[in-house]
């Protein structure tokens, strides 16, 4: 079982706009709404992908309720949620349609108590017993320590259970230092991390730093891996048209599958460039595009190996 572990879930709320304009009003012409949060959206990834999944993390309110029914319907997912008093947070997402460019609100979450929190690292650590891999995903809502995920990497090592760190900010800097498997930034975030604004540079230097491994992000530009195994970049064909919402999150779950699958990084880096860009040609996060994905498979170009490689100084991050 791969567990994944949410502390902001969220309900993702998906407006369709002709075009978007400030000062004005829209008529919407669809709304989707579905489970959200990073952790949520590599959970149904890699449901899809056929393997055993475990969604737990904080979830409370009528919100909560929500997300939770939605996650009944995902097959080859268990919710192993933690009810809290708090709130779920929303999210929302509102698609030009005549750009493709979308603009994203994200409430910041219920808050926590200490109690609250006490009782998830317990609860989580009764979840690790029989779980063989776990990503530690997105941001904390209001009241959980910034330390979190650094306190959650200590606890997964000492079960001995594979680790992937995907998160931004004072809590990747302190997770990092807890030496978790594998960081999966991407350039923006890399370089707040590291001070350094040249890719490779910036992924050598967050290793440095503790990770085991470092993934980073490209955007269109694919991935870049550092490894004790080597260095590799991943690129798809093309530039992807379409939203790049949740890409970076099937990201996570094409390494997450490959590490389970005891797969060679060069795999594990084709199976996550195909994704992500399939992800970009789906309609909302936490899906991909199958055709577009077996399809992309046999057409991503991963070059390096045992010596460093380069990679451009500019990067759009994948979200």
Same mark, same amino acid.
């Given at each position: 079982?791969?567990?994944?572990?949410?502390?902001?879930?969220?309900?993702?709320?998906?407006?369709?706009?002709?075009?978007?304009?400030?000062?004005?009003?829209?008529?919407?012409?669809?709304?989707?709404?579905?489970?959200?949060?990073?952790? %949520?959206? %590599?959970?149904?990834?890699?449901?899809?992908?056929?393997?055993?999944?475990?969604?737990?993390?904080?979830?409370?309110?009528?919100?909560? @309720?929500?997300?939770?029914?939605?996650?009944?319907?995902?097959?080859?997912?268990?919710?192993?949620?933690?009810?809290?008093?708090?709130? /779920?947070?929303?999210?929302?997402?509102?698609?030009?349609?005549?750009?493709?460019?979308?603009?994203?609100?994200?409430?910041?979450?219920?808050?926590?108590?200490?109690?609250?929190? !006490?009782?998830?690292?317990?609860?989580?650590?009764?979840?690790?017993?029989?779980?063989?891999?776990?990503?530690?995903?997105?941001?904390? &809502?209001?009241?959980?320590?910034?330390?979190?995920?650094?306190?959650?990497?200590? /606890?997964?090592? !000492?079960?001995?259970?594979?680790?992937?760190? @995907?998160?931004?900010?004072?809590?990747?800097?302190?997770? %990092?230092?807890?030496?978790?498997?594998?960081?999966?930034?991407?350039?923006?975030?890399?370089?707040?991390?590291?001070?350094?604004?040249?890719?490779?540079?910036?992924?050598?230097?967050?290793?440095?730093? $503790?990770?085991?491994?470092?993934?980073?992000?490209? $955007?269109?530009?694919?991935?870049?891996?550092?490894?004790?195994?080597?260095?590799?970049?991943?690129?798809?064909? !093309?530039?992807?048209?379409?939203? &790049?919402?949740?890409?970076?999150?099937?990201?996570?779950?094409?390494?997450?599958?490959?590490?389970?699958?005891?797969?060679?990084?060069?795999?594990?880096?084709?199976?996550?460039?195909?994704?992500?860009?399939?992800?970009?040609?789906? &309609? $909302?996060?936490?899906?991909?595009?199958?055709?577009?994905?077996?399809?992309?498979?046999?057409?991503?170009?991963?070059?390096?190996?045992?010596?460093?490689?380069?990679?451009?100084?500019?990067?759009?991050?994948?979200?």
């Amino acid at each position: 079982m791969i567990l994944t572990v949410t502390l902001n879930t969220a309900l993702d709320i998906t407006y369709r706009v002709r075009s978007l304009r400030p000062h004005a009003s829209h008529r919407v012409s669809d709304v989707a709404e579905r489970p959200g949060g990073k952790g %949520v959206n %590599v959970a149904r990834v890699l449901a899809a992908l056929g393997h055993e999944v475990t969604v737990t993390g904080l979830v409370g309110g009528v919100t909560g @309720d929500q997300v939770r029914e939605r996650l009944a319907h995902t097959p080859g997912l268990t919710d192993a949620l933690m009810p809290v008093a708090g709130t /779920t947070r929303r999210t929302i997402a509102v698609v030009d349609a005549l750009s493709g460019d979308t603009t994203q609100l994200n409430e910041p979450g219920p808050q926590i108590g200490p109690a609250e929190w !006490a009782a998830f690292q317990g609860f989580y650590g009764e979840l690790l017993r029989s779980a063989s891999a776990v990503a530690l995903s997105g941001s904390l &809502p209001p009241g959980v320590p910034v330390g979190a995920y650094a306190g959650l990497i200590r /606890t997964a090592r !000492a079960a001995g259970v594979p680790v992937l760190l @995907d998160t931004d900010g004072e809590p990747l800097r302190r997770g %990092v230092a807890a030496r978790p498997d594998i960081i999966k930034p991407n350039a923006e975030e890399l370089a707040e991390l590291t001070g350094a604004h040249d890719p490779l540079r910036a992924t050598q230097d967050a290793r440095r730093r $503790g990770a085991h491994a470092v993934v980073s992000s490209l $955007g269109p530009a694919g991935l870049l891996a550092v490894t004790p195994e080597g260095h590799w970049r991943a690129a798809p064909p !093309a530039r992807i048209p379409g939203n &790049p919402t949740g890409a970076g999150d099937s990201v996570v779950a094409g390494l997450l599958s490959g590490l389970v699958e005891h797969l060679p990084w060069p795999e594990r880096l084709t199976r996550a460039t195909a994704l992500s860009a399939a992800t970009v040609r789906a &309609p $909302g996060a936490g899906e991909f595009d199958r055709e577009s994905y077996e399809e992309l498979r046999g057409r991503i170009t991963v070059t390096g190996g045992t010596h460093a490689v380069t990679a451009p100084e500019r990067a759009q991050p994948l979200t």
